[in-house]
């Protein structure tokens, strides 16, 4: 009887002292779709990423923080920001099981980038619409280097990838940035008197 309460004990501890490995990493992203390149820089921890893109535009960085259930996009020539809700929609595809997921077959597997990879044919469902996949997961890291339609109308890709702890600053707002729902605001409206 002692033994069983010693390695339940010792069980207990164990699962204490040990907290469940969290994915951290930094990538370089690539998304082709109808024709198009997109390229970024991905830095990641479970409940938050920052994405810094590549592409011309407004938005140079995307700080997505699901533990506070919201996506600043930064405007850096401007010094702003833009707060937008968070939605699933956002969620980054770094996960062995894809969202849905009905059937997983193997049929073969790669080296990408010098990492061993097994190539999955994967199923998934959501409501009545069925998509089909094929998904590159790397053995030696745990992690999805590329994910593709089986139609070739849409890829992602992720290469240089790094497991390494990600600085917390880089899920912060930047000190000197303004949020632009300020300027949302209309000057010209009259306030309103309340308790009239």
């Given at each position: 009887m002692s033994r069983t309460i010693a390695a339940f004990f010792l069980t207990v501890v164990l699962s204490i002292a040990v907290p469940a490995r969290a994915l951290?990493?930094?990538?370089?992203?690539?998304?082709k779709m109808d024709g198009r390149t997109a390229k970024s820089?991905?830095?990641?921890?479970?409940?938050?990423?920052?994405?810094?893109h590549h592409a011309m535009g407004p938005v140079?960085?995307?700080?997505?923080?699901?533990?506070?259930?919201?996506?600043?996009?930064?405007?850096?020539r401007m010094k702003h920001f833009k707060t937008v809700p968070y939605t699933a929609e956002q969620e980054l595809f770094v996960t062995e099981k894809l969202h849905g997921e009905v059937s997983r077959e193997e049929i073969g597997q790669?080296?990408?980038?010098?990492h061993p990879t097994i190539l999955y044919e994967v199923t998934t469902k959501q409501g009545e619409q069925t998509e089909v996949y094929y998904q590159w997961v790397a053995t030696d890291?745990?992690?999805?280097?590329?994910?593709?339609?089986?139609?070739?109308?849409?890829?992602?890709?992720?290469?240089?990838v790094k497991m390494r702890p990600v600085s917390d600053y880089l899920f912060q707002l930047p000190v000197?940035?303004?949020?632009?729902?300020?300027?949302?605001?209309?000057?010209?409206?009259?306030?309103?008197?309340?308790?009239?």
């Open positions: 951290e990493f930094t990538a370089d992203r690539v998304m820089v991905v830095y990641y921890r479970d409940d938050r990423w920052r994405i810094e140079n960085v995307s700080i997505v923080r699901k533990d506070k259930q919201v996506v600043w996009l930064l405007l850096s790669e080296t990408r980038e010098g890291i745990h992690f999805p280097m590329k994910l593709a339609k089986k139609d070739g109308s849409w890829i992602l890709e992720y290469q240089h000197n940035f303004r949020p632009l729902e300020e300027f949302d605001k209309d000057p010209t409206a009259e306030p309103q008197n309340q308790g009239m």
